[in-house]
């Protein structure tokens, strides 16, 4: 089982773009569903202004939560 746990720099890409992420400090860790995940959630920083996006990644977001440590267990 690999694991990464979530560092506090936001995640969010622009739709189409590969490796282009945010990169800004993280105040949030979004929470989205997953089926390559052992508990079936995935785990992102967001930055203030990303954490209020709606659409791309922010789309399916299920909730937002402080940074306690989250590590996404892939399968």
């Not at 694991?3 to 979004?30: D, I, M, Q, R, W």
């Amino acid at each position: 089982m690999r694991e990464s746990p979530v560092n506090n720099l936001c995640g969010f890409a622009e739709a189409g773009t590969y490796g282009h992420e945010c990169g800004k400090p993280g105040v949030l860790v979004a929470v989205k569903r997953s089926e390559m995940t052992e508990d079936g959630l995935f785990f992102s920083g967001r930055c203030e202004a990303h954490s209020k996006r709606t659409d791309g990644e922010g789309r399916g977001v299920l909730r937002y939560e402080p940074y306690a440590g989250q590590t996404n267990k892939w399968t």
